[in-house]
C-alpha cells in the first residue's frame, strides 16, 4: 500500500492495545504482519502485541511464528524476550 492514512493507523492502534489481550495468536500475528507489511512502526502497538504474544506462545502455531518473526525483523525491532519466546515454541 502506497497510501497509508497515519491518523487513521494511530487511532486503531490506540484502540486496539487495551483489547489486544483478549486476541487469539493468529489475530495477533496477523496484526503485527499488518503493521510491519504498510510500514507502521507504532512503539505501544508493537510491545502490546509482544506482551500478548508472550503470554500465549504455547498457542502459536508454525505460522504464527514465522510471520511475528518476520514483522519483527521487517520493522527493526530488538525484542529480546519475544524473540526468545518464538525460538523456543518454533523449538518445541
Given at each position: 500500500?502506497?497510501v497509508?492514512?497515519?491518523?487513521?493507523?494511530?487511532?486503531?492502534?490506540?484502540?486496539?492495545?487495551?483489547?489486544?489481550?483478549?486476541?487469539?495468536p493468529?489475530?495477533?500475528?496477523?496484526?503485527?504482519?499488518?503493521?510491519?507489511?504498510?510500514?507502521?512502526?507504532?512503539?505501544?502497538?508493537?510491545?502490546?502485541?509482544?506482551?500478548?504474544?508472550?503470554?500465549?506462545?504455547?498457542?502459536?502455531?508454525?505460522?504464527?511464528?514465522?510471520?511475528?518473526a518476520?514483522?519483527?525483523?521487517?520493522?527493526?525491532?530488538?525484542?529480546?524476550?519475544?524473540?526468545?519466546?518464538?525460538?523456543?515454541?518454533?523449538r518445541?
Amino acid at each position: 500500500l502506497a497510501v497509508r492514512n497515519f491518523p487513521f493507523l494511530n487511532a486503531l492502534a490506540a484502540a486496539s492495545i487495551p483489547i489486544i489481550a483478549q486476541f487469539d495468536p493468529q489475530g495477533l500475528s496477523n496484526t503485527f504482519w499488518s503493521c510491519a507489511e504498510i510500514g507502521f512502526a507504532h512503539l505501544p502497538l508493537r510491545e502490546a502485541i509482544s506482551a500478548a504474544s508472550i503470554a500465549r506462545i504455547s498457542e502459536f502455531e508454525a505460522q504464527g511464528i514465522a510471520n511475528t518473526a518476520w514483522a519483527l525483523a521487517t520493522l527493526e525491532g530488538c525484542d529480546g524476550p519475544l524473540l526468545h519466546a518464538l525460538a523456543g515454541q518454533a523449538r518445541d
